[in-house]
């Protein structure tokens, strides 16, 4: 049973052991046997047993089938549905219990109420089972409610690491772009295409300090972006890297979520051509399709063989493909590039 410890059912049997006890006690004074066995004859274990254990031990067992058909059963129903079935298991449980010890008590020929006073083991192990369900209930409210408190408080944490994650992700590259506009300035004027470089990695970081701040960009302002990158890239490849990229100027101003094609080129550099001494081409091409705008960045790189697996080793590209299912519901498509390379489609 799942839903109990071996403590909590300490607990039950202990109850159960308190409350017959009491029972036992209430009959044996009520008879006035104490006149005849004196002041502790309700310890004698006998009649204990005839009088209220073998009761209450009835009662401890209907009770767990009651919990395994109102509760157990129905755990995945609402508690109001659950305790509306436990209401109504309890009363004819105690009067099965009532006539099937009154048979046994009878043919035992022992003591039990009779007449009016049989309604009293009608109504106390009614409300004695209800009390007992009624803290079942309570307790598993306040199990459910402690670990929903614990959950918030560990999102809470988790949303405070994740919000000075963000200031830390805004803070270095807002660092690391005023350090290049130092440098650069500081670059003598004959060498201009230094300056010119480190300009350009300085707006690269400029970029990704506003990718961090804002949820949309226009495809215009990706796309520069992304040119920026790999004209860097093409410094370090020179003709060994060949860029196209063909986008109809009518989309230009639609608007995308930063920073989502920029891992994917940077994929196809470093997994496709940057291996290969000959180098090869990237090709980024972007179309506007049934009110969706269509990607694809293709290169003439090594290519792929098991394009599954690819995901479990890039970061770029898995978290490309994770924002895609979040935001759009949609996802990135790998196929070969003939006659040879990667290609990668996706659609918003």
Same mark, same amino acid.
């Given at each position: 049973?799942?839903?109990?410890?071996?403590?909590?059912?300490?607990?039950?049997?202990?109850?159960?052991?308190?409350?017959?006890?009491?029972?036992?006690?209430?009959?044996?004074?009520?008879?006035?046997?104490?006149?005849?066995?004196?002041?502790?004859?309700?310890?004698?274990?006998?009649?204990?047993?005839?009088?209220?254990?073998?009761?209450?031990?009835?009662?401890?067992?209907?009770?767990?089938?009651?919990?395994?058909?109102?509760?157990?059963?129905?755990?995945?129903?609402?508690?109001?549905?659950?305790?509306? *079935? *436990?209401?109504?298991?309890?009363?004819? %449980?105690?009067?099965?219990?009532?006539?099937?010890?009154?048979?046994?008590?009878?043919?035992?020929?022992?003591?039990?109420?009779?007449?009016?006073?049989?309604?009293?083991?009608?109504?106390? &192990?009614?409300?004695?089972?209800?009390?007992?369900?009624?803290?079942?209930?309570?307790?598993?409210?306040?199990?459910?409610?402690?670990?929903?408190?614990?959950?918030?408080?560990?999102?809470?944490?988790?949303?405070?690491?994740?919000?000075?994650? %963000?200031?830390?992700?805004?803070?270095?590259?807002?660092?690391?772009?005023?350090?290049?506009?130092?440098?650069?300035?500081? *670059?003598?004027?004959?060498?201009?295409?230094?300056?010119?470089?480190?300009?350009?990695?300085?707006?690269?970081?400029?970029?990704?300090?506003?990718?961090?701040?804002?949820?949309?960009?226009?495809?215009?302002?990706?796309?520069?972006?992304?040119?920026?990158?790999?004209?860097?890239?093409?410094?370090?490849?020179?003709?060994?890297?060949?860029?196209?990229?063909?986008?109809?100027?009518?989309?230009?101003?639609?608007?995308? &979520? &930063?920073?989502?094609?920029?891992?994917? #080129?940077?994929?196809?550099?470093?997994?496709?051509?940057?291996?290969? *001494?000959?180098?090869? =081409?990237?090709?980024?091409?972007?179309?506007?399709?049934?009110?969706?705008?269509?990607?694809?960045?293709?290169?003439?790189? #090594?290519?792929?063989?098991?394009?599954?697996?690819?995901?479990?080793?890039?970061?770029?590209?898995?978290?490309?493909?994770?924002?895609?299912?979040?935001?759009?519901?949609?996802?990135?498509?790998? =196929?070969?590039?003939?006659?040879?390379?990667?290609?990668?489609?996706? =659609?918003?």
């Amino acid at each position: 049973m799942k839903d109990f410890r071996k403590k909590d059912i300490l607990y039950v049997f202990l109850f159960y052991l308190f409350f017959s006890y009491i029972y036992r006690i209430v009959l044996w004074w009520n008879s006035g046997a104490y006149k005849d066995e004196g002041y502790f004859g309700w310890i004698d274990l006998k009649g204990y047993w005839l009088t209220s254990g073998m009761q209450y031990l009835f009662y401890l067992i209907i009770s767990v089938l009651i919990w395994f058909l109102g509760i157990r059963l129905l755990r995945h129903q609402k508690t109001k549905f659950q305790i509306i *079935v *436990v209401a109504i298991l309890i009363p004819i %449980a105690v009067y099965v219990v009532r006539e099937f010890r009154y048979e046994l008590i009878d043919y035992l020929g022992q003591g039990r109420l009779r007449g009016n006073g049989e309604v009293w083991d009608w109504y106390i &192990p009614t409300l004695f089972m209800m009390t007992q369900f009624g803290f079942y209930f309570a307790y598993q409210y306040f199990r459910e409610n402690q670990k929903k408190l614990k959950l918030e408080g560990e999102l809470r944490t988790a949303a405070l690491k994740s919000e000075l994650s %963000a200031i830390k992700a805004q803070l270095n590259p807002h660092f690391l772009y005023n350090i290049f506009n130092t440098i650069s300035a500081s *670059v003598p004027a004959e060498n201009e295409k230094t300056r010119h470089l480190i300009a350009e990695l300085s707006d690269l970081f400029r970029y990704q300090l506003k990718a961090s701040q804002t949820e949309k960009v226009t495809l215009r302002e990706e796309l520069d972006f992304v040119k920026k990158y790999l004209a860097l890239e093409k410094e370090r490849f020179q003709e060994r890297l060949t860029v196209h990229v063909d986008v109809d100027e009518s989309i230009l101003n639609e608007m995308i &979520p &930063p920073m989502l094609l920029q891992p994917l #080129v940077e994929n196809s550099i470093k997994h496709g051509l940057a291996s290969l *001494v000959e180098g090869g =081409s990237i090709t980024i091409r972007i179309q506007k399709k049934n009110n969706q705008l269509a990607f694809e960045i293709s290169d003439t790189g #090594v290519g792929v063989k098991d394009k599954k697996k690819v995901f479990e080793k890039g970061i770029g590209l898995t978290n490309t493909k994770l924002r895609l299912e979040k935001m759009y519901q949609t996802t990135l498509e790998l =196929s070969d590039n003939l006659p040879q390379g990667l290609k990668i489609n996706f =659609s918003i």
